[in-house]
């Protein structure tokens, strides 16, 4: 029965993709605007870049690899709350994983369009350990966007 959905997933995996890039940009531009307070930007000027789009559609691999997770570490009596904890978890630790490398690529190519240097808990410029409950968030947020209706 599981490959069934693990088969459907895939299928779905494009239309997540896109939902998940989108969502990204939409999210980044929102936080930049906001961050645009803090330097008394009244303008509310939001930014992001378009080589952020396939760096955050790989969110839709999120859900499957929590799926993942499930299976391997087990399902048995695991409360809503408990498996939210585990995927918010799994999904930051992903994340900040994808968001080290894929900097790492586009720096390398002088072409990164974030730096985090000189920023609180930074690491090597390319991730903020300060952003970990944002991270989690984002996961679990793209999990519930990529998830089939009426699961």
């Known amino acids: 029965m ?3 959905k693990d088969m459907e997933r895939i299928k779905r995996l494009p239309a997540d993709f896109l939902k998940c890039g ?6 980044e531009v929102i936080f930049t605007s906001v961050e645009s307070i803090l330097n008394h930007d009244w303008r509310l000027m939001g930014r992001t870049s ?4 396939p760096i955050y559609g790989c969110g839709a ?3 499957p690899l929590g799926s993942l997770a499930d299976r391997w570490i087990g399902e048995s009596d695991l409360r809503v709350t408990d498996r939210m904890i585990r995927h918010g978890m799994i999904y930051m630790v992903l994340i ?15 072409i990164c369009p974030w730096d985090y240097t000189g920023k609180a ?5 390319l991730i903020r350990l300060d952003f970990a409950p944002l991270w989690f ?8 966007i990529t998830k089939k209706r009426g699961r």
Do not use: K, P
């Open 22 to 27: 989108i969502t990204g940009w939409c999210l």
């Open 2 to 4: 599981s490959h069934i």
């Open 50 to 53: 378009l080589l952020m789009f």
């Open 96 to 110: 900040f994983t994808a968001e080290y490398i894929s900097g790492s690529f586009l720096r390398a190519r002088g």
């Open 61 to 63: 691999l999120l859900g």
């Open 121 to 125: 808990a930074n690491v090597d410029g």
């Open 137 to 144: 968030g984002a996961g679990l947020l793209f999990e519930q």
